[in-house]
């Protein structure tokens, strides 16, 4: 790659993300209230993005083999009950990260 491809490619990178960052300002300005559908997509994408992770997380886990899933399944019971217990993200991914890591590394 060439000095200016680089470049170019940094220019491109730049502008896409200046796009993505103000449109939506631009779009929707302060003193106007959002349209329904923008509203709809606010309340549901979220949980929707959850869900595919849970499922991409998921979807390789074989219970027919070697563990049986059972360091994933630990793992997400740990997560589901932080996260209904004290409502804190970090406390809930940290900690189901860290069981999940330590059951791979000295239990299966």
């Known amino acids: 790659m060439t000095t200016l491809q680089a470049w170019i490619i940094v220019g491109i990178t730049m502008l896409g993300t200046m796009v993505t960052r103000f449109l939506p300002?631009?779009?929707f300005p302060a003193g106007?209230?959002?349209p329904k559908y923008i509203?709809?997509?606010g309340t549901v994408?979220?949980?929707a993005a959850l869900g595919l992770l849970v499922i991409y997380c998921l979807k390789d886990v074989s219970l027919l083999s070697g563990s049986h899933g059972l360091p994933e399944l630990i793992a997400l019971a740990l997560v589901t009950i932080l996260q209904c217990r004290w409502h804190n993200l970090l406390l809930s991914v940290g900690a189901g990260t860290l069981c999940y890591m330590a059951l791979?590394?000295?239990v299966f």
């Open 25 to 27: 300002f631009l779009l």
């Open 32 to 34: 106007k209230p959002a």
């Open 39 to 41: 509203r709809y997509l």
């Open 45 to 47: 994408l979220p949980a």
């Open 104 to 106: 791979l590394q000295w």
